[in-house]
């Protein structure tokens, strides 16, 4: 028979149980001092955010409030999201319009986002007759006869100019009734040129709507809109058939009541309304719009006291 020796503990406590070898291997790799390559790559990181860049969005933003931040992802197209989806188009501030912008991801820089997202309206030139209106608008209409012997006046062209004589409108007009004399010595007005001429009430629609809000100038002036049927507020008309300074300037006396061929002759040295071809409503509007500017500072002045006199 052999010997057995047998060792029997008899204290309470459990036997500790040694981890593998392995597990212990694994836990040292935790504690582990990090390789220079990560601290390299944390500290670039860190440079990164430290040259973030407000105005263009480049670069990573540095944190606020302890929120982290994680680089955002890039798409594969590399495509820039329109400025649209980054600003809304109620107001915004520009702190909320910088963080959807950094959120978004693009690789370019987008545009600074305003106050408020509104359309710009733009005004381009129109190819039609009818203009851009201004402050300032000379009047001059060309009639012809109908009814007895020509004896009723009806509109057949129009003109309107502007302060620097730029034609905002002119057009032929055909009147709503027959026309019995052209009076194509005085008005110019041919057969031929009212064709296709555009109709009365249509006209009348589009030069009213010129002269809305408008201080409107013409020689004789209430001719103009008689043919019109058109009353303009007095405060807004001038009439340089009717202006004393005009005539001091002229020569004339200051009631006389001078025609625009006079007066153009007379203060500038111009022959307008001459041949056998008629007048030219526009030459006789400009020339009405060069004769208002020759008193234009004298006479607003002297009309702006009469009327706080009253």
Not at 79 to 95: Q, V
Request: glycine share 6%; with cysteine; hydrophobic share 30%.
């Amino acid at each position: 028979m052999s010997n057995i020796l047998i060792n029997v503990s008899l204290s309470d406590e459990p036997a500790q149980k040694r981890p593998p070898a392995a597990n212990w291997k694994n836990k040292n790799k935790r504690y582990r001092k990090k390789p220079r390559e990560f601290e390299h790559r944390a500290s670039s990181s860190l440079e990164g955010r430290n040259n973030y860049n407000h105005r263009t969005g480049q670069g990573l933003p540095p944190r606020q409030n302890g929120a982290n931040h994680s680089a955002p992802p890039t798409s594969s197209n590399n495509t820039t999201l329109p400025s649209n989806s980054l600003c809304s188009a109620s107001p915004s501030t520009s702190a909320q319009c910088q963080e959807k912008q950094n959120d978004s991801g693009n690789t370019k820089a987008s545009p600074p986002c305003s106050s408020s997202q509104k359309p710009t309206t733009t005004q381009s030139s129109s190819s039609s007759s009818v203009a851009m209106p201004t402050k300032f608008l000379a009047i001059d209409c060309e009639m012809v006869g109908t009814g007895p012997k020509g004896s009723n006046s009806q509109l057949a062209r129009c003109s309107l100019v502007s302060y620097d004589g730029d034609v905002v409108y002119d057009k032929f007009i055909n009147p709503p009734v027959p026309i019995t004399d052209y009076r194509t010595r005085w008005s110019g007005i041919r057969q031929r040129d009212l064709v296709n001429a555009t109709p009365y009430i249509e006209a009348r629609k589009e030069i009213l709507r010129l002269l809305m809000g408008k201080v409107v100038i013409g020689h004789a002036i209430h001719n103009d809109f008689k043919v019109l049927g058109y009353a303009h507020p007095g405060v807004l008309t001038r009439d340089t058939s009717r202006i004393p300074l005009l005539n001091q300037r002229a020569g004339f006396a200051p009631n006389e009541v001078a025609s625009l061929k006079r007066l153009t002759k007379a203060i500038f040295n111009r022959d307008i309304q001459t041949g056998r071809k008629g007048h030219s409503s526009v030459e006789d509007a400009r020339a009405t719009m060069q004769l208002y500017r020759v008193v234009e500072e004298q006479w607003e002045r002297t009309l702006a006291s009469k009327a706080q006199n009253t």
